[in-house]
């Protein structure tokens, strides 16, 4: 079956500091990928995707690129701010189990001032 | 685009009562999911339908919990009777079955507590 593992927290940086989430996957199929953010007290907002190997999704200053040699999908930035604190999912796609998501569990990052 | 709606937003209710959480998906989109988030077990897929059919129920916790979808544009999560081990925040999304990379939008999810 499809299965998510992403790096447990917390993570606490600093402000402007890099941060790199560790997200790894194994899908029967051909998967698409996904990082979702939850702030406190929200539901989940996709944060960006990824459709197919080599595909780089982007957004807010986050990136990861989908990599099917290594099964991974790793969430990176350059320079967080305080705002970014909030829970990170990875989560996969795939279109023969029906748009089921497959969730990670989650990683808490926590940006200090 | 109004997002996917839920109702109510927190709900406080005591065991042994029925418990009703409601969806309205975003238009459009004709897959439908709920699932439930704690503390101790993350996020859960409780069960999703497509096209108002339920498509995948194995995440449902027992028979107490039990979930309708009469429409495209509602769906009912009930729990009857409720204890407080379901207390949870409960979440709805939804997203269109073919096309696209099937994301999902979630809606802001119901909080609920069980005394």
């Known amino acids: ?113 | 685009d109004a997002g996917v709606i839920q109702s109510p937003r927190h709900e406080v209710t005591e065991m042994g009562q029925e418990v009703t959480l409601r969806c309205k998906p975003i238009s459009g989109h004709n897959s439908l999911f709920w699932y439930r988030q704690t503390m101790m077990r993350g996020l859960e897929l409780l069960i999703y339908f497509n096209n108002n059919v339920p498509i995948d129920d194995s995440g449902m916790p027992e028979d107490r919990f039990s979930a309708k979808m009469p429409n495209a544009s509602f769906s009912t999560l009930k729990i009857q009777p409720s204890e407080p081990r379901d207390s949870a925040v409960y979440f709805c999304a939804s997203s269109k079955q073919w096309g696209g990379s099937n994301e999902q939008f979630f809606g802001p999810g119901t909080r609920l507590t069980v005394l």
């Open chain 1, 1 to 113: 079956g499809n299965s998510v593992t992403q790096m447990e927290g917390p993570v606490t940086l600093s402000e402007e500091a890099f941060l790199t989430i560790n997200c790894t996957y194994t899908a029967t199929g051909y998967p698409s990928l996904f990082w979702y953010v939850q702030y406190p007290g929200e539901g989940l907002q996709l944060l960006l995707k990824a459709t197919k190997a080599d595909d780089k999704g982007s957004n807010k200053g986050f990136e990861a690129t989908y990599r099917k040699e290594t099964t991974s999908f790793h969430l990176e930035k350059g320079s967080v701010q305080v705002s970014d604190s909030a829970v990170y999912f990875c989560a996969l796609s795939d279109k023969a189990a029906g748009n089921k998501l497959t969730f990670g569990g989650g990683t808490r990052v926590l940006v200090k001032p």
